[in-house]
């Protein structure tokens, strides 16, 4: 039952038998519990309902969280203390500065322009007649893979070399043939590539930001539209003088939350680039790190920095909820 | 007025215009139109590209552009029947099943425990519960990366490598803080009256639970399961830690990676191949994006 099945009915079976085994745990748990009535068994009752949770929060999440901030301040192997040598290289290696740099720019450039995008589409789709198509268009890439969406990418920025009869067959290449220009190896030019990959994040998560402004759109109230129209309102004070204000907290969620996407973006540049080429970010150099180049320190240190990164957007993210819960 | 994103149902569908405010932007804005046009034709560009590319013979792909296809269509099915075929080394049916064999526990998994937990937190009172709270809810923005190697060590020691048992406790784990969050916010809506009433009647937390609470939170549960299932049916780096590069355990988001490492240029395997992958989390979406968009908005800052 804990062995490695290979036919599909031996999967099928495992699957089966750990769900059992799931169900009779929990049957325990619930058995036991009702046995607890009143004031007094509450306790248990609650401990027993947290029992599971609290299991594997500690030994799944908290547990390897602390042993990877410990983990950072060794080296490769793991085995001789060295400090803040880790976080060091991180800050002074070339490599690494270029995967800093990188990230620096995704986190930047992602958030604003898919917000934007999104924020644009869902004020022109709005009240439309086809709005929930037009919606769903935009809004497909995001239930994709991240996988699946860079093999898309990949094949528009496919390059075939110019010489005599060879056709382009990446769409992106084909365009610049057909204005007149060279073919370009989009993939491998440095810092090209970089922003073909943030592209594909953009691509994706535009229909993030497209969905959640246009709710925020929605719950305008008529009135206030209606008034400006009748004061003869154009289309740009609208939007300066009323969506924009109106949307503006949950503009800031939209850009924080593909913010802190972004951070840990590491399936795209895998799979289009696997980091080369100059285009590694902190994500990818992390998996990179600690399983190609066999340094586990440093892989731990990375995933510190990431973690470290996330809590101010986070924390930024929820202060704004706040504000705007209690306004 | 201001929305609160997290509780925000966004509606996908349009509500009714009325026909003068669709007469007022004809008139006011064929520019409007011409963007939103031009914005939807490159969003879908792509992946039409791709799709239309896998039914194209592997030759055509490779010499001609798939916008050729229009002025010289051949069909072929040959694509998909070479994915899913063992000969092609792809073997796309084995990993498949593998994703599904992920998904079907490390959905369930953790909304039952979850639903546990969210009862507990919510209507039970005990010592330590707001601290406990707080912990699990800050528990949602660890990022994966920094669980995976200390994780990994403890299921070499309990030899568990290889096996499904990794991608579904891991995967669990990780679902935990942000599911508990979501089903809590939603149970404490449910007014106590209807608790305090059935206590009175002498049920205990059990069968309050289940006659109760279970059905109250069908929509809750919906969304959390959808936007798991996606995000277990889509990830990568999770699999690549734990499950090998092998038939036996592997997601098809690994193998398709793995496809587009090794044979970067045997488009007619990757198109078809990307659509495979593609074609269950799209229906999902397209059946439930209700849910799903609420499961997402809730789940936005997770992993």
């Known amino acids: 039952m804990f062995n490695t099945a290979s036919t599909t009915p031996e999967k099928i079976l495992q699957m089966l038998a750990a769900l059992l085994l799931f169900a009779a745990v929990l049957g325990v748990i619930l058995f036991i519990a009702a046995r607890f009535g009143g004031k007094r068994g509450d306790k248990v009752v609650a401990w027993l309902y947290l029992l599971p949770t609290v299991l594997l929060l500690a ?83 995001m239930s994709i893979s991240f996988v699946a969406a860079s093999v898309i990418w990949k094949f528009m920025y496919e390059y075939r070399p110019d010489q005599g009869n060879v056709k382009q067959i990446g769409l992106i290449n084909q365009i610049i043939v057909w204005l007149g220009g060279k073919p370009v190896q989009l993939l491998i030019e440095s810092p090209l590539n970089t922003f073909l990959l943030i592209v594909v994040m953009i691509w994706i998560q535009a229909g993030f930001a497209m ?85 586990q320190g440093l892989g731990a240190a990375l995933a510190v920095l990431l973690f470290i990164l996330v809590i101010p957007i986070v924390a930024y993210n929820i202060r704004t909820l706040r504000r705007s819960e209690a306004s | 007025m201001t929305v609160t994103p997290v509780t925000t149902t966004p509606p996908l569908t349009a509500e009714k215009p009325s026909a003068s405010s669709i007469a007022k ?50 069909v072929t099915m040959e694509n998909y029947k070479a994915v899913f075929g063992e000969e092609g080394g792809v073997n796309l049916a084995s990993y498949f099943v593998n994703s599904l064999m992920i998904c079907i526990p490390a959905v369930l998994i953790p909304m039952a425990l979850a639903t546990l937990a969210a009862y507990a937190f919510t209507w039970i009172q ?53 599911a508990i969050y979501l089903l809590s916010n939603f149970m404490r809506e449910i007014p106590s009256g209807l608790i305090e009433a059935a206590r009175i009647d002498g049920a205990g937390h059990v069968s309050i639970f289940f006659k109760v609470m279970l059905p109250l939170l069908t929509p809750a549960l919906a969304a959390f399961g959808i936007f798991q299932f996606l995000w277990v049916w889509n990830d990568l780096l999770v699999a ?47 059946l439930l994006q209700r849910y799903f968009v609420r499961g997402l908005l809730a789940g936005s800052v997770k992993g």
């Open chain 2, 25 to 74: 932007k004809k008139l006011s804005s064929p520019w409007a139109s011409i963007a939103a046009i031009v914005l939807a034709v490159l969003w879908t560009l792509p992946t039409f590209g791709l799709l239309v590319s896998s039914f194209r013979p592997e030759r055509a792909i490779k010499t001609t552009g798939w916008w050729t296809f229009f002025s010289d269509p051949t």
């Open chain 2, 126 to 178: 005990f010592p330590g519960r707001n601290f406990l709270f707080i912990v699990v809810f800050a528990l949602q923005i660890v990022p994966l990366q920094v669980t995976l190697i200390p994780l990994l060590e403890i299921f070499v020691k309990i030899d568990l490598t290889g096996t499904f048992w990794t991608l579904w406790i891991s995967h669990s784990t990780f679902a935990l803080p942000l």
């Open chain 1, 59 to 141: 030994v799944g999440l908290v547990y390897p969280g602390l042993r990877t901030i410990y983990q950072s301040f060794f080296d490769a192997a793991g085995k001789t203390f060295i400090g803040l040598d880790n976080y060091t290289t991180i800050f002074s290696d070339n490599d690494q500065l270029t995967v800093l740099r990188n990230t620096v720019i995704w986190v930047v450039v992602v958030p604003f322009l898919a917000t934007a995008i999104g924020l644009v589409y869902a004020i022109l789709v709005d009240r439309s007649r086809f709005e929930s198509v037009a919606k769903a268009l935009i809004f497909l890439p």
């Open chain 1, 211 to 295: 969905t959640i402004l246009s709710a925020a759109i929605k719950a305008i109230p008529d009135d206030i539209i209606e008034a400006a129209r009748l004061d003869g309102v154009n289309a740009w004070t609208m939007f300066r003088n009323i969506t924009l204000p109106s949307v503006q907290p949950t503009v800031v969620v939209v850009l924080t939350t593909i913010g802190i996407a972004t951070l840990k973006v590491f399936d795209i540049v895998r799979t289009m680039t696997g980091g080369q080429f100059k285009t590694s970010v902190v994500a990818n150099e992390f998996y990179s790190q600690t399983f190609r180049a066999d340094n």
């Open chain 2, 240 to 286: 690549l830690v734990f499950a090998g590069g092998g038939d036996e355990v592997a997601p098809i988001t690994l193998q398709l990676a793995n496809l587009s490492g090794t044979r970067g240029t045997a488009w007619q395997l990757l198109s078809a191949g990307a659509f495979v992958s593609i074609v269950v989390p799209v229906t999902v979406f397209l």
